[in-house]
């Protein structure tokens, strides 16, 4: 949206965008701030909230009256688990929430590719791919209890571009892997590994 504001002249375009442009995006992609940011902060918000079907409902940008041009893209996936997961109680070890009985997703698998860890240079961060059904995948990333939450971001885009390359479960050594995540072995019947949340009793 660019702003349009008024002057003794009468309306003009401070910031005109080129018609070709514009003309080639879809309807309701662009419109023009007045300038008051009340309004236009309800305008952006209204715009967030239709654009994302109710998940986004204010616009996250500051604004004022010197605001000139404001560029937002916004995109929503909705997609189902491959492999769903299921509740289960929880007890963490660490974190705001140590020690706490909490409730949780939990899921497990054979397929120990899903899992890997790679070494950052902020630190080892864990990776773990959730495959949906409407070819969309996700990729949960854990850093170490030191880390910032934009290094643990930005060590996990970069280990998906490429960076750091990561060392699949199947080739991790025994003990703390890494970051959330131990490989040791225990009593099964049913042969074969498998990565699974780990069972934690619950206090008395």
Known sequence: MARVPRSDCGPGPALPLHARWTAQLPVGTAGTLTGDPTADRRRLD???????????RSMPVAMDEDTELVLAAAQTVR??????????ETVPD????????????????SLLDR??????????????KVLGDTG???????????MT?????????????????PVPGDRLPFGEAG???RVSTERSRTPGARARCPHRPLPP
């Open 46 to 56: 209204a715009w967030a909230e239709r654009h994302t079907g109710g998940l986004i």
């Open 79 to 88: 997609t189902r688990w491959l492999r769903p997961f299921h509740e289960t």
């Open 94 to 109: 660490n974190g705001p929430w140590q020690g706490r009985s909490l409730l949780g997703l939990c899921r497990a698998t």
């Open 115 to 128: 899992v890997a860890v790679a070494e950052t240079l902020d630190g080892p961060v864990t990776v773990l």
């Open 136 to 146: 969309v995948d996700l990729h949960l990333v854990m850093g170490t209890p030191d």
């Open 149 to 165: 939450p934009s290094q643990v971001l930005c060590n996990g885009i970069g280990t998906l571009a490429g960076i750091s390359a």
């Open 179 to 181: 970051p959330g995540l």
